[in-house]
């Protein structure tokens, strides 16, 4: 909001929200108490009056074309029928810009005729009220979990009933479920036929269902085993909310009656959150409540844990495992919960997210915001494999080992990236699935060999400028075999031919590339003269000059295919990925077999001409 100098004694406040019904001439019939406050004597002229010319026009003729429509009362009640950004003046010198204005249908009349609803607020201003209220909800909601108490909700326009414990700054559901359903299974459970008991619990619906506005009413009931117990119930509708009653329900359960997510063990010592058998048993707990609503289960891992630990010590390391269970509490909000499973490993479990889309933009504002607190000393980046609730199964057992099955896919694919497991894609979790080596690549076999049909076509037609020349077929190739470089060495001149990728050295010397010494590698056999090296550690006895080589370009792992003349090597292409290992499935290794001899051959038929 922005008011004049001159009429700064007024102290107007931002108007956060106000609310105004409007006639067909533009004046305002009902408003709120800032609106009145703001126009002071002006309360009589249409509103159009108190906007820019061009603003007031066009919000006039929306309103005439509304309210005389003949069809308005048909229109659905909350429709927005027109948006502005606008600017107030009182004509006393009180000037609010920066307003946005809507005019919203309502069912609303004055004197049989019909009216129009106007919204407006500052807009800076309704952001710092938005600011605060989440500072005030995070506030309480982190008082109410210094409480055993379970809070009870009903909705009378739903008959909704919904129990819920504060825990962590989050909020436990521990029942979501129709009133009438909830009584019929707790009388059944434990009240049975016993005449007080039931009177009890009818009073205590009966004060539900008419939206009391002061409740107290205590309820006994047996337990299974026979012990009493007895739960009270204090609460009322809310004011402006009638059709809501909530409150404290107050039981004198045992400890041992409550579930051991809501024990003071059920929190991991280091991060405060729950650990790896209270989150699966408050999952389990909860599948049932969520009635097909779409959740999901998140697998996360910090990449590369243990070099933070090796390089910066564990009390740095426990630092970082504290910022990230931080960061996950704060990104996930009260749309889910989040646990420890242990070390460096994390699990979510959210249910106010309601698409794959909104789930994307949640993991990459976790992703971005954690990639830059270290910033200068090293990237934190995390691998993350997620299920979903009920597509990828009901049971928390199927959800975890495909969440899990994600996750590993995840790191095979290089980390720093989330996969959703998707079974038409990443197949199914029967039999060892973490041995199988299709699920490494999220592109289907059949795009793969689409995409090494042109690619052969292409070389076949237009020769090796085609590869050399065209840097998205380069990048192309790693894409779709998901490499960190390419190279392409040849005889003359004494230097690679083709290269893309950030190698750490800028200048692979032509010699070193060449004199290639496949010691501990695996040949595929055949003719094709192709090495397949998964990890550059199993050769650091038996070929140190490899190894040496390898370790100084942060080659991890590589797929090499070399070109003989005689039994000269004249051409060698290598696929590599950077600072990890890599279990190539046979099919891709085909593959790019495919592209690194035919690669080889139009080398040396180039340079022999």
Known sequence: MRLDRKNESNNFSPPVMVNALIRKDGTITSAGEWHYTFVDKNSALPLYDLMPLEDGNILAAAVQKALSDPDYSKRPSGEVILELVTELNNHNGGVCSGIYLSLISTNETENGLPL??????????????????????????????????????????????????????????LTDSDLDEYISSVQEKHIGSNPAYREEMDTLISALKNRQRNISHTVQYSTAEGYKRTSKFIGGALQGHESIVAGIYISNNRASDEPYYMTPAARDAGTGLLNKRAVTEYIIDMLPTLGGRTSWLIMIDIDDFKNINDNYGHAFGDEVIAYVADSLMSIVGNRGFVGRFGGDEFMAFTYGIPSREALKNMLKVLCKSLALKYDGRFKLTLSIGVSSFPVD????????????????????????????????????????????????????????????????????????????????????????FDLDGITVIGENPAEVLCSDGKYVL???????????????????????????????????????????????????????CVTFSGDAACAVMTFDVFNKTRKWSQSDIDMMSIIGNLAGALVVKSENR
Request: with cysteine.
């Open 116 to 173: 129009g609803r106007i919204c407006y607020s500052d807009m800076a201003g309704f952001a710092g009220a938005m600011e605060s209220d989440r500072l005030k909800i995070s506030k309480y909601r982190y008082f109410m979990s210094m409480r055993s108490d379970i809070y009870f909700e009903y909705n009378s326009e739903t008959n909704g009933l919904v129990l819920y414990k504060y825990f962590n700054g989050n909020c436990f559901v």
């Open 393 to 480: 199964g009901s049971a928390i057992d199927t959800l975890f080992a495909k969440a899990d099955k994600a996750l590993y896919i995840a790191k095979e694919k290089g980390k720093n990236r989330h996969i959703i497991y998707d079974e038409k894609l990443h197949g199914g979790i029967g039999g060892n699935y973490m041995e199988s080596q299709a699920v490494s690549y999220a592109l289907s076999r059949e795009k793969k060999r689409e995409f090494i049909t042109s690619l052969v076509l292409g070389l076949s037609q237009k020769g090796i400028d085609y590869l050399f020349r065209n840097k998205n077929v380069q990048r192309d190739i790693r894409t779709v």
């Open 506 to 560: 800028e200048n692979i010397r032509r010699e070193d590339a060449v004199a290639y010494d496949f010691t501990g590698f695996t040949h595929m056999g055949g003719d094709d003269h192709t090495y397949v090296l998964n990890n550059t550690e199993s050769i650091k006895e038996s070929n140190p000059m490899m190894y040496d080589r390898f370790k100084n370009l942060e080659v991890g792992a590589c797929v090499v």
